[in-house]
């Protein structure tokens, strides 16, 4: 297996709800990586997560809450959401966080904020 | 910013033309990777170059390090309507456990 799963692929959601986005990958990659993207700009890094850890929040917003369950396993939950939130979501795994490896990225939930 | 800045921002060749794409950044790095995304969805990793590299090829590939002008370049040979994607080149900064992405290249290969 050498993707990285990301689920939904699309999401729409009003300002009160709670929601949450998963990625899955079974690489055996110690890194996980939440990435956001805007139409037309570069993807910027969110969080960083190292054997299950955090070990990076680029001053991401409380409403974004990260979680590790397992080495396999990276969700991003959501809660009270804005609409400049709406953006495409991307995570990726690498084999650790700080060797010159590549990433592998999953194809992204597109989320979309009411 | 460390962003690194790409050039041009679009680009569009006919089939079969070379696409040279360029990527300058700011401060010392360990290894410089490009990323092509197609149509908003994922990114897909196409080559690594590390800081005592200046050369280095994958298939249709070229990609060029300067680390003295901290530039970098991505060559595509013989250019295909499917090489039509945004292209990216990332890098860290030291030990950083940060990737950083370049303001991206926009490429139109015309059939």
């Known amino acids: 297996d050498t993707e990285v799963t990301q689920t939904p692929k699309h999401l729409v959601m009003g300002m009160t709800n709670k929601k949450s986005l998963k990625c899955e990958q079974h690489m055996g990659h110690r890194a996980m990586y939440w990435y956001k993207q805007k139409a037309k700009k570069p993807p910027e890094l969110m969080f960083v997560y190292s054997y299950e850890k955090l070990s990076i929040n680029e001053s991401v917003p409380s409403r974004f809450s990260p979680e590790c369950p397992n080495s396999s396993l990276l969700n991003l939950h959501l809660h009270a959401l804005q609409p400049e939130d709406s953006a495409l979501y991307l995570c990726?795994?690498?084999?650790?966080?700080?060797?010159?490896?590549?990433?592998?990225f999953g194809s992204g939930t597109r989320l979309t904020v009411v | 910013s460390q962003q690194g800045e790409e050039d041009p921002q679009a680009l569009s060749i006919q089939e079969g033309e070379n696409a040279t794409m360029n990527c300058s950044y700011k401060t010392s790095i360990n290894n410089l990777q490009w990323y092509r995304q197609n149509s908003g969805r994922g990114l897909v990793h196409l080559i690594l170059i590390r800081s005592n590299e200046r050369e280095k090829h994958s298939g249709r590939l070229r990609v060029t390090l300067d680390t003295s002008k901290k530039s970098s370049s991505l060559l595509i040979t013989a250019s295909r309507a499917a090489d039509t994607a945004s292209y990216f080149c990332?890098?860290?900064?030291?030990?950083?456990?940060?990737?950083?992405f370049g303001k991206g290249t926009k490429l139109t290969v015309n059939p």
């Open positions: 990332a890098f860290r900064q030291g030990g950083s456990e940060k990737l950083v």
């Open positions: 990726a795994s690498s084999l650790y966080s700080q060797q010159g490896v590549g990433y592998t």
